[in-house]
C-alpha cells in the first residue's frame, strides 16, 4: 500500500508566457458584469473582490482603468455607525472588509473619506480578553481577524489602539508542533493561516518568535512535483497558495527553498488564454481572487513586467513607500 | 471559485445556460430584496426565516443572512416557551445539517451551528460529536472541510468535557484505519502533553481553560511529553512509516518528537574588554533589551549604561553591548566583579575581571546549554539507536525515500552529531539529487549542521579559532554562539553575504573569506578588534558595499584581489581615502 502524490499534470499546451494585457483587460471588465448570476452571489465578499481587482491592476500598471469616484463612494455607503466596514451596500460590517477597504482607500491615497476614529473603535472594540480578534460582533475567533486588525491598523498609523502584547500572545498560543499556525489554538497548520499569522507578527514586530527553519520546512514542502503549490499535505496544488506559501517564505527569509521556475511554470500554466485571468490550477475557471495572487506570486519570484509586491500586505511596495511603511522581513 | 473545470460547450449550449442563468438570478435577487427590505424594516419573523433559508441552502457563504437569522432566532427565544425553543434550535441544527451536506466548508455554516449549539436549552453534545464523526468520513482530504470539522469537534470536546484520553484512543483509531493522518498526528500534540505532561504539575485539562490567558503551547516542544510516554509513540509512528513509506504526516510527527528541549531562557555569555572599555553579553534568545530590564553592575554599584544591539536592524536581538564611563576599568591593576542582571526572567551571571588581564569571559559551552544536541537517558539512546537501524533498513528497501533520508540525518544528529558526520555530508549529497527541488533547503540544513559540529570542536579543543572551508556553506547561523572568536575561516564555501548577525562576533580579529559569492558585507558592523580581513575571489562589486569597514577602527590589512570591483578606474586611491587606516591593502 502507498499513497498516491496528489498531483496535477501540466499539459505541454499550457500557457507559459506571461499574458499581462489579457489579464488586465479581464479585471477591467469584471466589475461591470452586474447582470452576472456569479458577481451577484459573490456580493457578500464584494469589498475584498474591489480589492483583488484593484490590486492586480495596480502591481500591472492598469490601476487607472478603474473607476476611481464610483469605488469610493459605494466604500463610503458601506461603512456603518459602528465604524465597520461591510463587503457590499445592505450587508453587515466585518473586519475582513474593514480591511480590504482601507487597503482599496490606501491604493488611491483616500482613506480620510471614511470616519478614521470610529472604523479605529470599532477594530479595538472586536479584540477579546484573551488577545484575541473577533470578526465581528457575533463573535467567531479566528487568527484571520488578528491580522485583519493589525493591518488595517497599520495601514492607518493606528496600531496603539490594541493591546498588542495580548494579540502577539494569542497568535503565538495557535503555533503548532510542526512550526505552523492555525485559525484558533489546536487548530491544525494551513499555508492561510501562516500567512495571516506571519504577517502579524511581522507587523507586530514579533518575528523572532517563529521556528523559521522550521516553518520554512513545511512550508517548502508544500511544493509538488509540478511546481505548484498546496496549502497544506496531501492536498491539490492551487494558484492562490503561491501567495499564501511564497509570501510566507518571503516573510520568514526562506523564499529561496522553493523551486523558482518550476513554480512560476506552474503559475504561468494556470492563465486562460482565451479570457485572460488565473484559475485555481490549469484548466479551470478563473477569477479575480486568483488572478491577484498568481501576478503577486510571479512578483514576490521576481517578474519584471509586475511591480514588487510587499509580502505582508499584498499591496504594492510603492503604496506602501508612501505611507512609510516597511513591516519587517527575517533575513 | 475552486475546483470548477472549464468545459467547452456549442453556442446553443451557451446560450441555453445564459437563460437558466438569467432566471436563476432573477429569483435570488427577489429573494435577496425581500430580506433586505424585512430587515430595514426591523421585522424578525418566520417569513424571514425562511426566505433566509432559501438563500442560505444555496449561499452559505452569504454572511448577513447568517445574522439576520440569529437576530431572529434570539427575538423568538424571549417569546417562546422553553420546549419550543429547544425545537426551534434542534430545527436549526438540522437545516444546518442540510448546509454543510452541500458545502461543508463555510465558515459561516460551522459558525452558526456552534452559535446554535451554545443556545440550545439542552444541547446535545454526543449528537454533535456524531455528526463530526460523520463529516470526517464524508472528507477525502481533498476538501477544506476537514479543517473545520476538526475545530468543531475540539469547541464541543471542550464544551463537554470529553476526557483527554478518550480523544487520544480517537485518533489512536483514525491513524490505525489511514484516514485523516496529518490532522490526527497534530491533535496528538496537542493532547500529549496535556495528559502525559513532563512535569508533575500538569497543564489545566483542556475542557478547562481559564478565560483570562491562552493555553500554553506546549504542543511546539516534544519534550513537554514525559519521556515514557515519548518513546511510545516512536513506536507508533514508526509503525505508521513502515506501513506506509510515503505518508508524509508520519514523518513531520515524527521530526517532532525527534525535537530538543526548550532551551532554558538564560544569560549565556558576559564578555568585557578593558581597552574597548566595553560588554557584550549573549542570551539564550533574542531580546529587547529596553524592555527586558538588563542591568549591569559594577563592584557592588549599578552603573548607568546604555544598551545597543550590535546591528541596528535588530530591535530584538541574542547579543547586546553597552560601554563603561571612561576610566571604569582601563587600568589593569585593577580587579573588577561585574554582574549583568536580567530582571525580567530573574536571572544574572557574573563575570571576574582580574588584574594583569586586559579582558574576561563567562560562557556556558553549547553543550553545557544541551544547544545542539539533548543530554540522551540510556532508554532514549538505545531507543533512538533502534529507530535508526530501523530506517537504514528501509533505506535499503527505497533508496530515493528522502523522508526516510533526512530522518536518519535528524536521528544522528540526536546520537552523535561528531560521530555521524561523515555520513550526514553524504545523505545530504543523496538528498539534493532525489529531491532537488529542496536542494538549496537542504543546503543550508547542512551548512547549520556543520556550523554546530564547528562549534563543539572548538569547544572541545578550547580555542576561539573558527575553521569551516571547503563544506559547501551555503549561509551561517549560531552567530551569537561565536561572540568569543577571534579568528574565523569560512573560504572556499558558497556564501552570498556577511548578514548583519555576523556583527555579534565582538571579538573578531581576523576574517578570512575567500572564494566565495560574497557581494554584501552588513556584518561587518562596528566590530572593535577587526584587523584583517581576506575577502580574494567574492563578488564585491561597488566601491559602497565597502564603506561599513571605515566602522572597524582596528582594520589595517584588506585583500580585495579577485573581486569585480577592483577593476573600477582609481580604486587604489578610491580605497585610500575610504580607508586611510588600512596600510596593507591587496587589489
Known amino acids: ?331 | 471559485m475552486h475546483g470548477r473545470v472549464k468545459l467547452k460547450s456549442t453556442a446553443q449550449q451557451e446560450e441555453e445556460k445564459r437563460k437558466e442563468r438569467e432566471k436563476k438570478l432573477k429569483i435570488y435577487v427577489a429573494g435577496r430584496d425581500a430580506i433586505f427590505t424585512k430587515r430595514l424594516e426591523g421585522v424578525l419573523d418566520d417569513e424571514a426565516l425562511q426566505l433566509t433559508q432559501q438563500l442560505l441552502s444555496s449561499n452559505p457563504d452569504f454572511a448577513t443572512l447568517w445574522n439576520y437569522r440569529r437576530e431572529i432566532l434570539l427575538h423568538l427565544e424571549t417569546v417562546r416557551e422553553e420546549d419550543d425553543v429547544q425545537k426551534m434550535y434542534e430545527a436549526e441544527l438540522l437545516f444546518l445539517e442540510s448546509c454543510l451536506k452541500v458545502n461543508p466548508k463555510s465558515y459561516g455554516s460551522w459558525h452558526h451551528r456552534g452559535w446554535v449549539s451554545a443556545r440550545l436549552p439542552r444541547p446535545d453534545w454526543a449528537r454533535e460529536l456524531g455528526l463530526c464523526d460523520r463529516c470526517l468520513s464524508l472528507d477525502d482530504r481533498n476538501c477544506e472541510s476537514e479543517v473545520h470539522c476538526w475545530d468543531y469537534r475540539r469547541m464541543v470536546v471542550k464544551m463537554s468535557g470529553v476526557p483527554v484520553d478518550q480523544e487520544l484512543q480517537f485518533t489512536d483509531r483514525l491513524i490505525g484505519s489511514n484516514f485523516s493522518n496529518y490532522s490526527s498526528w497534530h491533535y496528538r500534540s496537542t493532547l500529549l502533553p496535556l495528559l502525559h505532561p513532563e512535569s508533575p504539575d500538569p497543564p489545566s485539562p483542556c475542557h478547562q481553560h481559564s478565560h483570562s490567558s491562552p493555553p500554553p503551547s506546549p504542543q511546539t516542544h516534544s519534550h513537554r511529553v514525559c519521556e515514557e510516554q515519548l518513546l511510545k509513540e516512536y513506536e507508533l509512528v514508526q509503525n505508521a512509516f513502515f506501513t506506509d513509506p510515503n505518508d508524509q504526516s508520519a514523518w513531520f510527527y515524527y521530526r517532532w518528537l525527534l525535537g530538543r528541549a526548550e532551551r532554558e531562557e538564560m544569560i549565556s555569555c558576559v564578555f568585557v574588554s578593558r581597552e574597548e572599555e566595553r560588554v557584550a553579553v549573549a542570551f539564550s534568545r533574542p531580546v529587547n533589551a529596553s524592555s527586558s530590564g538588563l542591568m549591569l553592575v559594577l563592584d557592588g554599584q549599578p552603573q548607568r549604561v546604555e544598551w545597543r544591539s550590535v546591528h541596528p536592524h535588530f530591535r530584538h536581538s541574542p547579543v547586546w553591548i553597552c560601554a563603561l564611563p571612561p576610566g571604569t576599568i582601563s587600568d589593569i591593576i585593577n580587579e573588577h566583579n561585574l554582574t549583568v542582571h536580567w530582571t525580567e526572567k530573574h536571572t544574572h551571571r557574573d563575570c571576574a575581571l582580574y588584574t594583569g588581564r586586559s579582558e574576561s569571559w563567562c560562557r556556558d559551552s553549547a553543550t553545557d546549554q544541551e544547544l545542539f544536541r539533548s543530554e540522551l537517558s540510556v532508554e532514549k539512546t538505545s531507543v533512538l539507536q533502534s529507530e535508526l537501524q530501523s530506517c537504514n533498513q528501509l533505506l535499503e528497501l527505497e533508496p530515493q525515500n528522502k523522508w526516510c533520508l533526512l530522518t536518519i540525518v535528524l536521528l544522528m544528529r540526536a546520537l552523535d552529531p561528531l560521530g555521524y558526520e561523515r555520513e550526514t555530508l553524504s545523505h545530504f549529497q543523496t538528498l539534493k539529487e532525489v529531491d532537488s527541488m529542496r536542494s538549496a533547503y537542504y543546503g543550508d540544513l547542512c551548512s547549520k549542521f556543520m556550523i554546530e559540529n564547528t562549534i563543539l570542536k572548538m569547544e572541545y579543543a578550547e580555542v576561539r579559532v573558527f575553521s569551516l572551508s571547503d563544506k559547501n556553506l551555503t549561509m551561517l547561523c549560531h552567530l551569537d554562539q561565536l561572540l568569543l572568536v577571534t579568528h574565523i575561516n569560512l573560504s572556499c564555501n558558497q556564501l552570498l553575504r556577511l548578514p548583519p548577525q555576523f556583527a555579534m562576533l565582538q571579538c573578531l580579529e581576523v576574517l578570512e573569506a575567500d572564494d566565495n559569492a560574497i557581494e554584501n558585507l552588513d556584518g561587518l558592523y562596528y566590530l572593535p578588534k577587526l584587523q584583517e580581513v581576506s575577502l580574494k575571489n567574492n563578488q564585491i562589486s561597488k566601491l559602497s558595499d565597502l564603506q561599513l569597514l571605515t566602522s572597524c577602527p582596528k582594520l589595517t590589512c584588506l585583500d580585495l584581489r579577485g573581486n569585480p570591483v577592483t577593476q573600477i578606474a582609481n580604486i587604489q586611491s578610491e580605497l585610500t581615502e575610504l580607508l586611510p587606516s588600512v596600510t596593507d591593502l591587496l587589489i
Not at chain 1, 90 to 100: A, M
Open chain 1, 1 to 331: 500500500m502507498g499513497t498516491q502524490v496528489k498531483d496535477v499534470v501540466i499539459k505541454s499546451d499550457a500557457p507559459s508566457a506571461l499574458l499581462l494585457d489579457k489579464h488586465a483587460d479581464y479585471i477591467a471588465a469584471y466589475g461591470s458584469k452586474k447582470d452576472d448570476y456569479e458577481y451577484t452571489l459573490s456580493e457578500y465578499l464584494r469589498m475584498s473582490g474591489i480589492y483583488w481587482g484593484l490590486t492586480v491592476m495596480d502591481l500591472m500598471g492598469q490601476l487607472t482603468r478603474m473607476n476611481q469616484q464610483e469605488i469610493s463612494d459605494f466604500i463610503k455607503s458601506c461603512q456603518h455607525d459602528c465604524g465597520g466596514i461591510s463587503a457590499s451596500i445592505g450587508h453587515d460590517p466585518h473586519v475582513l472588509y474593514t480591511l480590504s477597504a482601507v487597503q482599496i482607500l490606501s491604493l488611491y491615497d483616500n482613506v480620510n473619506v471614511l470616519d478614521v476614529d470610529k472604523m479605529v473603535e470599532y477594530v479595538r472594540g472586536l479584540q477579546q480578553e484573551d488577545g484575541s480578534f473577533a470578526g465581528d460582533k457575533w463573535g467567531e475567533i479566528d487568527t484571520r481577524f488578528s491580522f485583519c486588525a493589525v493591518a488595517t491598523l497599520a495601514l492607518l498609523g493606528r496600531l496603539d489602539a490594541i493591546n498588542m502584547d495580548k494579540a502577539v500572545e494569542f497568535v503565538l498560543s495557535c503555533m503548532n508542533f510542526d512550526g505552523g499556525f492555525g485559525c484558533r489554538p489546536g487548530s491544525e497548520s494551513h499555508a492561510g493561516q501562516i500567512y495571516c499569522c506571519t504577517g502579524f507578527l511581522s507587523i507586530a514586530g514579533q518575528l523572532h518568535q517563529v521556528n523559521a527553519d522550521l516553518l520554512g520546512w513545511w512550508l517548502c514542502e508544500r511544493q509538488l512535483p509540478s511546481g505548484g503549490l498546496n496549502g497544506r499535505p496531501e492536498k491539490l496544488p492551487d494558484v492562490c497558495y503561491s501567495w499564501w506559501v511564497l509570501a510566507s517564505l518571503k516573510i520568514i527569509g526562506r523564499i529561496h527553498w522553493i523551486d523558482k521556475s518550476k513554480l512560476r511554470s506552474f503559475i504561468l500554466a494556470c492563465q486562460d488564454e482565451e479570457t485572460g485571468g488565473f484559475a485555481d490550477r490549469p484548466g479551470d475557471m478563473v477569477d479575480p481572487f486568483h488572478t491577484l495572487f498568481g501576478v503577486a506570486g510571479l512578483s514576490l519570484l521576481g517578474e519584471g513586467q509586475i511591480k514588487d509586491v510587499n509580502p505582508v500586505l499584498c499591496m504594492p511596495e510603492d503604496v506602501l513607500e508612501r505611507l512609510g511603511l516597511h513591516p519587517d522581513l527575517l533575513s
